[in-house]
């Protein structure tokens, strides 16, 4: 049965309706940046742009690296926005957009994320790169589709009873990055370990300003929280979206961040925009290695 209009919405010239792409507009290996304007930050690196669009925070470029054909998106904030994107890119590749039906030979994306985050631990200094072996989802979003096949239970029912997780929040979902695409982009000096993705900035991430929390202390028993080798390492808004639903979806997907801040010591970068072209440079390399 074919997909109604109503829930594959495309535009009037045949485009999906928020990333503003036809299938031929985007390459096999995708980055994914949160910050619009870091797309050309990505895309000045490459020999030839071949396409260029934006609507909204959703900006792509598609441009050849030596030789290698690579798309750049911007994804904005958050994992609603991840939702939008990883479900717009897969009917790109794996949905006939004239017929509105799922194609019989489905295609798996590259997905690598070039983010920017807060380490938790003080061993994880400003300007270091971590690459996420795992994303831990306590926003929510990924609780309206059916997880039961890419979870880890065990790992999820310790940090509930280590960090006494309220049941008035959604429950936390731990979530594997591809170990392909992990053991093309690591490197000796990089980090690893599990990346919690937060539905907002302020108060899901533990700050203060004028609001109190509901639980004050929900950051340092985070901190404090180690299962099978794996401490949570640093915070953010997108990477457990982009693992979950690159999963559930049949794409490969990695996280590469930038620590930017470290929130156990206070400490952030003099010079972020430097640290973030470190990491741009540091992965386009490795893609093409």
């Not at 309220?166 to 093309?184: D, G, Q, W, Y």
């Not at 979950?244 to 801040?261: E, F, M, P, Q, T």
Request: hydrophobic share 35%.
């Amino acid at each position: 049965m074919s997909i109604k209009a109503s829930e594959l919405i495309l535009n009037p010239d045949g485009s999906v309706y928020h990333l503003n792409l036809k299938p031929e507009h985007i390459a096999e290996t995708i980055i994914l940046v949160g910050d619009q304007d870091r797309v050309d930050k990505v895309s000045k690196h490459f020999d030839a742009i071949e396409f260029k669009t934006q609507k909204r925070e959703f900006k792509t470029h598609t441009g050849n690296l030596n030789g290698k054909r690579i798309s750049v998106i911007s994804t904005g904030i958050g994992p609603d926005n991840i939702d939008i994107v990883l479900n717009e890119l897969d009917a790109l590749v794996n949905i006939d957009l004239e017929t509105r039906l799922p194609k019989t030979n489905l295609t798996s994306l590259n997905l690598i994320r070039i983010g920017t985050s807060g380490a938790l631990q003080a061993s994880i200094p400003v300007d270091s790169f971590v690459l996420s072996s795992a994303g831990l989802d306590i926003n929510g979003m990924l609780h309206a589709y059916q997880m039961e096949n890419i979870c880890n239970p065990d790992y999820e029912a310790a940090f509930i009873k280590h960090t006494y997780w309220s049941t008035n929040k959604a429950r936390p979902i731990l979530v594997k990055n591809s170990e392909s695409l992990e053991k093309k982009l690591i490197d000796d000096n990089i980090y690893k370990g599990v990346t919690l993705t937060a539905g907002g900035f302020y108060g899901p991430q533990g700050r203060v300003l004028r609001l109190p929390l509901q639980d004050p202390d929900l950051n340092t028993k985070i901190d404090s929280f180690s299962f099978d080798g794996y401490q949570v390492t640093n915070l953010e808004m997108e990477t457990s979206a982009i693992y979950g639903l690159s999963k559930l979806l049949g794409h490969h997907a990695v996280s590469l961040n930038a620590i930017i801040a470290n929130r156990a010591t206070g400490d952030f970068s003099k010079n972020p925009s430097e640290t973030i072209e470190k990491l741009i440079t540091y992965t386009l390399n490795k893609i093409l290695a």
